[in-house]
């Protein structure tokens, strides 16, 4: 899978409460989700998410609480993938679930800028910021978590599974 596109640029410890708000939590259309994404961190998030699809940010990416909506609304608002230098372990599972592209490289976290120009091939391991011309390579995800990426998710990769098996 190759993504293409420009990225929008945060910190380290940006948690799962400033993704998706709590106040928000008994919402469950993913799509009323997305409209909360980022809210009380970046007021402008839905107007750069218009041009830009790569999310890159420091360390501990989605730490805090278990909230699995911090990646589904983050999916259905549009971003196509998150590099960062380490994410929270419950967020990159929770990303993966939801067919989200989470790539651990500090090489590339501490080197792309906002705005930059960005190519992703999560099956070579490979992150070309064309804006810099600078590669970084980190270690391709695994064949079965890039099969559920494939599949737009854990549950559609399952739905797949069951009716190959028929």
Avoid: W
């Amino acid at each position: 899978m190759v993504i293409r596109g420009e990225v929008i640029r945060y910190g380290d410890d940006v948690n799962t409460d400033v993704i998706f708000p709590g106040r928000y939590l008994a919402i469950t259309d993913p799509e009323e989700m997305a409209e909360h994404a980022m809210e009380d961190l970046d007021p402008d998030f839905h107007e750069k998410i218009k041009r830009r699809r790569i999310i890159v940010a420091g360390k501990n990416f989605g730490c805090g609480s278990s909230r699995e909506q911090a990646a589904t609304c983050l999916k259905y608002a549009g971003v196509e993938a998150i590099v960062a230098k380490s994410f929270a372990r419950i967020f990159y599972r929770n990303a993966i679930n939801q067919g989200l592209p989470i790539i651990e490289s500090e090489e590339a976290a501490e080197d792309i800028d906002e705005g930059d120009d960005v190519e992703i091939d999560t099956k070579k391991g490979l992150i070309k910021n064309l804006t810099k011309d600078h590669e970084y390579l980190f270690h391709p995800l695994p064949p079965f978590i890039q099969e559920i990426i494939d599949a737009g998710g854990l549950i559609n990769s399952l739905r797949k599974r069951i009716s190959s098996s028929r």
